[in-house]
């Protein structure tokens, strides 16, 4: 079993639409949780950060946590031909002091 | 102003060779790390330095050395380069090692090594 499991995609969602995103982590003490977007030939770019169960907004972009279910997730409402990108979740952990990435879900928004 | 940099952007050399990449950041941060990320877009960790000191070193060959000469640099060597080395290579750094928003990473653009 991978660390940090997402389903790779491509995710097709209409334009204006809501991507929901999935995300599991086999580890129960990890402890901060992470999505990135990257976009095809460029570098991971933080989007949302979450660290405690429930949800959190930023703008458009929901990340929710639940650490029971070891499952975190990543809403994007209004969905932009912008946000077609490859969002990756990253899970850390103390020990082993490390973050750990899962494969990405490639998104494609189409207008 | 660029926060991670790294150089070069593109790599392209032959098998057997040896290279160096750099990396500086100037978010003031105390730890930096080398990632790499193959051709399945899997983005997996090889080093990490806490103010000049490695603290992870995964299972990664011999022929790869990191060095960081102060907090704000991380360089990576590779000797006698071999084709399954072609990749890209990330920098990044965090503010420090601990919890919660301490641990947010911010990358370089990458280097993308070819090795023919």
């Known amino acids: 079993q991978k660390e940090v499991e997402q389903n790779s995609g491509p995710l097709s969602v209409p334009e204006g639409a809501i991507a929901s995103l999935n995300c599991t982590y086999s580890?129960?003490?990890?402890?901060?949780f992470f999505w990135y977007r990257q976009y095809s030939g460029k570098s991971p770019e933080l989007i949302m950060s979450?660290?405690?169960?429930g949800d959190k907004e930023d703008g458009r972009f929901t990340a929710q946590l639940n650490k029971a279910s070891q499952y975190v997730s990543l809403l994007i409402r209004d969905s932009q031909p912008s946000d077609s990108a490859t969002y990756l979740c990253a899970v850390f952990k103390a020990a082993g002091n490390k973050l750990t990435f899962g494969g990405g879900t490639r998104v494609l928004v189409k207008p | 102003d660029t926060a991670v940099s790294q150089t070069p952007k593109y790599l392209v050399t032959q098998m057997g060779n040896d290279k160096s990449i750099k990396c500086e950041q100037n978010?003031?941060?105390?730890?930096m790390y080398w990632y790499k990320q193959d051709s399945k877009k899997f983005l997996k960790i090889m080093f990490s330095y806490n103010n000049k000191e490695l603290i992870i070193n995964e299972t990664v060959p011999n022929r790869f050395s990191p060095k960081s000469p102060d907090k704000a640099h991380l360089n990576l060597h590779i000797n006698s380069l071999e084709l399954g080395d072609s990749a890209v290579y990330f920098c990044?750094?965090?503010?420090?090692?601990?919890?919660?928003?301490?641990?947010?990473?911010?990358f370089g653009a990458g280097t993308r090594l070819s090795v023919l």
């Open positions: 979450i660290y405690s169960n």
């Open positions: 978010l003031g941060h105390d730890t």
């Open positions: 990044a750094s965090g503010p420090t090692t601990g919890t919660g928003s301490k641990n947010i990473q911010y």
């Open positions: 580890d129960r003490v990890s402890q901060s």
